[in-house]
C-alpha cells in the first residue's frame, strides 16, 4: 500500500524558526483510502528518537506530533503511517522542520537603531543602512540567522539579499507580539570576515496607516533586532548579532512610506556597503533600543512575496519627458524600472488603478485618503528616483506597496520601451486551492478577476483595498467565505485572529480592523471611528468559524474562545442596558423583549447600499488646517451616525454571533456555554421577530439586505420562509433586477436565491451587464472587483477603491451552486461534503476543483443531448453526498464517479 502524503506542519509543509512548543502535524491518506483507523508518527528530534507507537484516531488533520519536548534551533524529521480500511501503510515521506528561539534569554543580541536625532516629518523619513562586522571560523556546517524588526527590513550578509520575503517581518500587533523570520544562511557565511548588513524603514510600525494615514501608532523610533548562530563541524557554536557595535547611515533611500511611497537618489547608494572591506560614507553608531515586552513569535501565515512579473501590454509618450504604461492588470506591488535616464536624471512614478477619461493620465482618486484633510508628502502613489547613472542600474521600491494597474512616468528624457519596465505583484504567497471553468467565457472571466481581487487583498493581513487605508478590516468576517474557496487562509487567518485578539479591549470591544495602530490613549485615538460595530466587530466569531469549517483546526477555536465569548457577552451588556432615543420615545416602557434587541452605538450598516440617499451628514463646509479640525469632524460625524436606527441589521449579527458561539462551545466540550448561548441566541432571534415581522408575517425594513440576513441567518420561522424569499425577488425585479445590497451582504445575494427556489433569479443578476451588476466590471474594462457596484462608469470615471473583494464573493456561486460543490454544514475540512450542481442560465457544462485538507475534489457536469453527466472525484478519507438536478441522491465514497440523469431547461435556470 502507498504512503501519506503531504505532510504539513501547523499550517505550513516545511516551517525554520517554528516557535510553537507542541506542533501539530497533518497528513493526507494513502490514495485508495476510505477511512483511517489508527495512526503512527516517528522520527529524529535533535538526536533524539521517538515514536508513537499505534493511535487508534481517525485524525489526520492537527494531530500532536507526539515526540519529546523540544528545544531551540532544534531540527526535527518525523514521518507518519497509517492503518486503514485498505490495510497497513508504507511509511511517509519525511517532513522537516527547525524550531526557533523558544526562550526569551535566548536572545543575546541587542535591538539597534539609526543614528538619528530628531523623528524627521512622516514622508519624509529616510530607510536606513545598518552594518555590523564579524568573524566566522572554518568547518560551517549551519548557520541561521532570525530578524525582526520594529519597521520593514531587507537583509544581507556578505552582500547577498537574504531571503525572497517582502515587506518583513510583517503586519502585527507590534505591543503583544513581533514576527521573527528564521533564514538559512549556511551558504553565504565565510570563513573569516562578514558582514551583517539590513536596510530599515518606517513600514507599518511608525508610518502613516488607515484611513487617517496618521504616524506613530505604535512608536516613533524604528529599530532591528538580528541574531546569527553558526555551527561548526567540532560541535561548537558562534553567536552575533546586532549590538553596539553596528553602524549606520543614510543611503540611497531618503523617504520611504508604505502611502507616500519612495523617494531615492542612487548616486548616494555606498557601494559594496554590506560586504566586508572598506565602505564609504558617513556612518555613525547606532543606538541601543530598549527591548521591547512584545512576544517574539513565528507566523502561520505563508510569507509576503513577489508572486508575478506583468510586462506592459501599451506604453504611451502623450508629451515629451512623460510615458504612461498599462499593465493590462490592477495588482498590489511596485514596479522596477531599468532605463532610469542619465546620471542625475529625476524621475517620478505615480501609480493609478484606471485613467482619467478627460485626458487618459493616471487617475489618482482611488488612493486618496477617505478623511481629505491628509496630503501626502510627495503625491498619491508616488515613488521618486534620480539616476546613478551607473551601468545595469534598477529601481525597484520595496518599502512600500501601491494599488495600480496604470503608472505615469515623468522625467524621462529618452524613451522607455516593453523590456525596461516590470509591474511586480506582491502579496502573500498563499498556496491556490480553487479553479472553476464553464461554458461561458464571461463568468470565466469574472471568475479570474475574483481570483485577482482576492489576492491583491491579502498582504500578511487581509486588507480592504489597496490603495487608500490597507487596514485589515474585519469586514474578512463576510469575505472569508470566497477567499477561502481560491487560496489557502488557514495560516493568514490564525494570524490576523491572533491580531485581533491581542488588540481587543478589555470590555470585549473588537476593533475595526486588526492590527490597530490606534492604541488605547494614544495621540490618534481620538481620531478613530468608533469600534465595536455589528457586522465588524462579529469576524471575532465567523472568522474562527468559517476557518474551522473549511480545515478543521479545533485548535484555532480554543485559542480565540476568549476573544468570541467577550464580544458577545459585550454586546448582550450593550443590548441589555441601552435603548435608542426613537425606541425609547415610541415606547417609554420597554418591552420585555427590548434586552435582546442591539439598537445603540455607532454602526456602518449595510454599507455602501445602493438605492436613495441618506440624510447627509450635515456639517457645512471645513476647511482642515491642522488636527483639532480633524478631531472635530470625527466629533460631528460619530454624533449624527450614532442617531441613526441600525436596530434590525446589529440584531441580526447579535443573533448569529450567538448562535454560531453556541456551537463552538458544543465543538470544544462545553456544554453549559453552549446551553447559555443557545438560549441567548433563541432570545435575540425571538426580539427581532417581534420587533421586526409584522402580525401578517412581512419585513418591517422592506429592503433586500434584511431580507437576505433574514433568511441567511435563520431570523424568520420556517414557515415564513419562502414568503421572505418572495418578497425578496420582488425587491430585485422592483430595482430593474438589480441587487441592492451593500458590502456586508453581497456575498449571500446569489446563494440564497439558489437556496430558497429563485434560482432562475440568481442566474439572471450573474448574467445581466448595465449599471449595478458583476458583468459591469466587464463592460468597463475592470480586472478587479470594485468597492460600489459602479466603481467604474462607462465614460471612465470612477468612485471609491477599485479593489475590494465585496463582490468577488459571486466565487460562492459559481462554486457551490453552478459546480455545486458545498461544505457540510456540521462536519468540517470537507471530510463530508456535498455535490449539487444547478445548471442554469444557458450553461451547457461547468467543472471545478478544489484541493481541501484531504486532497483534490473534482466536480465537473456536462448535458449533452437530452442528457446530464457528472464525474465526482471525492478524496480519500471523504464522503460526499451527491444531489442531482433531477433530485435524486447518492452516496460517494472515494474515487471517482460519474452519474447521468436527465437533463434540466438550459434556459430556465430552474433545478
Known amino acids: 500500500m502507498s504512503a501519506p502524503t503531504d505532510l504539513r506542519v501547523e499550517h505550513r509543509p516545511a516551517p525554520l524558526g517554528l516557535t510553537e512548543p507542541a506542533p501539530r502535524l497533518s497528513w493526507r491518506l494513502p490514495p485508495g483510502t476510505r477511512a483511517q483507523r489508527a495512526y503512527r508518527v516517528g522520527g529524529l528530534a535533535g538526536d533524539r528518537a521517538w515514536d508513537t507507537g499505534w493511535v ?33 501503510s508504507a511509511w511517509s515521506a519525511p517532513v522537516r522542520w527547525e ?11 541587542d535591538w539597534i537603531g539609526p543614528a538619528e536625532g530628531e523623528v524627521p516629518p512622516p514622508g519624509f523619513r529616510p530607510a536606513y543602512h545598518l552594518r555590523g562586522e564579524f568573524t566566522a571560523g572554518p568547518a560551517v556546517t549551519r548557520a541561521r540567522v532570525y530578524v525582526t524588526a520594529h519597521g520593514l527590513y531587507e537583509l544581507f550578509l556578505n552582500g547577498e539579499r537574504v531571503g525572497d520575503g517582502e515587506l518583513t517581518p510583517g503586519f502585527t500587533a507590534y505591543r503583544s507580539h513581533l514576527q521573527v523570520q528564521a533564514y538559512d544562511v549556511t551558504r553565504l557565511v565565510r570563513t573569516g570576515d562578514n558582514v551583517l548588513g539590513a536596510i530599515l524603514s518606517d513600514g507599518w510600525f511608525r508610518g502613516r496607516t488607515s484611513y487617517h494615514r496618521l504616524p506613530d501608532g505604535f512608536g516613533d523610533r524604528t529599530a532591528l533586532l538580528a541574531q546569527l548562530h553558526v555551527d561548526h563541524e567540532d560541535g561548537t557554536t558562534t553567536v552575533t548579532g546586532t549590538g553596539p557595535d553596528w553602524r549606520s547611515a543614510i543611503g540611497a533611500v531618503k523617504a520611504a512610506d508604505l502611502f507616500d511611497g519612495v523617494a531615492a537618489d542612487l548616486r548616494d547608494e555606498p557601494a559594496g556597503w554590506s560586504g566586508p572591506g572598506a565602505v564609504s560614507g558617513d556612518w555613525s553608531p547606532v543606538v541601543l533600543r530598549k527591548r521591547p515586552s512584545a512576544r517574539l513569535v513565528s507566523s502561520p501565515a505563508p510569507a509576503v512575496r513577489r508572486l508575478q512579473e506583468l510586462g506592459p501590454v501599451a506604453i504611451r509618450r502623450p508629451a515629451r519627458g512623460l510615458h504612461i504604461i498599462d499593465f493590462g492588470q490592477n495588482l498590489g506591488g511596485w514596479v522596477r524600472l531599468s532605463n532610469l535616464g542619465p546620471r542625475g536624471t529625476p524621475l517620478t512614478l505615480t501609480h493609478a488603478e484606471a485613467l482619467r477619461p478627460d485626458d487618459g493620465d493616471v487617475d489618482t482618486a482611488s488612493g486618496r485618503a477617505t478623511l481629505r484633510w491628509y496630503e501626502p508628502a510627495r503625491g498619491i502613489q508616488s515613488d521618486q528616483v534620480v539616476s546613478g547613472g551607473r551601468d545595469g542600474e534598477v529601481f525597484e521600491p520595496r518599502h512600500t506597496r501601491h494599488g495600480f494597474r496604470y503608472l505615469r512616468v515623468a522625467g524621462h528624457p529618452g524613451e522607455i520601451t516593453a523590456d525596461d519596465v516590470v509591474a511586480v505583484a506582491v502579496s502573500s504567497d498563499l498556496p491556490r486551492t480553487g479553479w472553476f471553468r ?23 493581513i487581509p486588507t480592504a483595498e489597496i490603495t487608500r487605508e490597507l487596514s485589515g478590516w474585519t469586514d474578512f468576517g463576510w469575505n472569508i467565505r470566497g477567499a477561502r474557496l481560491l487560496n489557502d487562509v488557514s495560516g493568514l487567518s490564525a494570524k490576523w485572529l491572533a491580531d485581533l485578539a491581542a488588540d481587543q479591549w478589555p470590555d470585549g470591544t473588537v476593533r475595526n480592523y486588526a492590527p490597530d495602530p490606534l492604541g488605547p490613549g494614544s495621540l490618534t485615538a481620538r481620531f478613530a471611528i468608533p469600534h465595536g460595530q455589528a457586522g465588524f466587530g462579529d ?8 476557518t474551522w469549517r473549511a480545515y478543521g483546526d479545533d485548535g484555532l477555536l480554543a485559542r480565540q474562545y476568549t476573544s468570541m465569548t467577550a464580544w ?50 450635515t456639517l457645512g463646509r471645513r476647511r482642515f488646517a491642522g488636527i483639532t479640525d480633524l478631531e472635530s469632524f470625527t466629533a460631528a460625524v460619530v454624533e449624527e451616525m450614532r442617531a441613526r436606527d441600525h436596530t434590525a441589521f446589529a440584531t441580526a449579527y447579535f443573533h448569529r454571533s450567538a448562535r454560531l458561539l453556541s456551537r463552538i462551545a458544543g465543538i470544544l466540550d462545553r456544554p453549559e456555554d453552549a446551553e447559555r448561548y443557545r438560549r441567548l441566541a433563541e ?69 440564497v436565491l439558489a437556496s430558497t427556489g429563485h434560482l432562475d433569479l ?11 451588476s458583476w458583468m459591469s466590471v466587464l463592460d468597463n474594462g475592470g480586472t478587479t472587483f470594485w468597492e460600489t457596484w459602479d466603481g467604474m462608469a462607462a465614460d471612465g470615471t470612477t468612485m471609491l477603491a ?30 463530508r461534503f456535498r455535490v449539487a450542481p444547478q445548471p442554469g442560465g444557458g450553461l451547457t457544462w461547468a467543472e471545478v476543483k478544489h484541493d481541501c485538507p484531504y486532497g483534490r475534489i473534482e466536480a465537473a457536469w456536462r448535458v449533452r443531448e437530452g442528457r446530464f453527466s457528472l464525474d465526482v472525484t471525492v478524496p480519500p478519507g471523504t464522503t460526499a453526498e451527491v444531489v442531482l438536478p433531477d433530485g435524486s441522491r447518492a452516496e460517494a465514497a472515494p474515487g471517482v464517479h460519474t452519474f447521468t440523469t436527465q437533463a434540466v431547461p438550459l434556459d430556465s435556470g430552474v433545478a
Open 683 to 751: 432570545n435575540v432571534r425571538g426580539a427581532w421577530q417581534i420587533e421586526f415581522i409584522t402580525a401578517d408575517g412581512r419585513l418591517t425594513c422592506d429592503s433586500q439586505a434584511t431580507h437576505l440576513r433574514a433568511l441567511a441567518y435563520g431570523l424568520v420561522p420556517e414557515g415564513l420562509r419562502a414568503r421572505t424569499a418572495a418578497r425578496l425577488a420582488e425587491l430585485i425585479r422592483a430595482a430593474g433586477t438589480r441587487p441592492g445590497t451593500g458590502l456586508p451582504t453581497t456575498h449571500l445575494l446569489l446563494p
Open 568 to 617: 458577545v457577552d459585550r454586546v448582550t451588556r450593550i443590548a441589555r442596558d441601552g435603548r435608542h432615543p426613537h425606541r425609547r420615545a415610541a415606547r417609554p416602557v420597554p418591552a420585555p423583549h427590548e434586552e435582546f434587541l442591539w439598537d445603540t452605538g455607532y454602526h456602518f450598516g449595510e454599507h455602501l447600499e445602493p438605492g436613495p440617499p441618506r440624510p447627509p451628514v
Open 802 to 831: 477599485l479593489n475590494m473583494p465585496t463582490r468577488a464573493s459571486v466565487v460562492e456561486f459559481l462554486h457551490g451552486h453552478i459546480a455545486g460543490v458545498q461544505l457540510d454544514e456540521d462536519v468540517p475540512a470537507y471530510r
Open 539 to 546: 469576524a471575532a466569531v465567523s472568522v474562527p468559524w468559517e
Open 56 to 88: 487508534e484516531s481517525d485524525r489526520s488533520l492537527f494531530v500532536p506530533y507526539g515526540g519529546p519536548p523540544l528545544a531551540s534551533r532544534e531540527a526535527v524529521r518525523c514521518a507518519v503511517r497509517v492503518r486503514s480500511d485498505a490495510g497497513l
Open 438 to 460: 464553464c461554458s461561458d467565457e464571461r463568468v470565466n472571466r469574472l471568475y479570474d478577476i475574483a481570483y485577482w481581487t482576492y489576492r491583491n487583498q491579502a498582504c500578511d
Open 762 to 772: 440568481a442566474y439572471e443578476l450573474l448574467l445581466r451587464g448595465g449599471s449595478r
Open 99 to 109: 524550531m526557533g528561539l523558544l526562550d526569551p534569554d535566548d536572545w543575546v543580541a
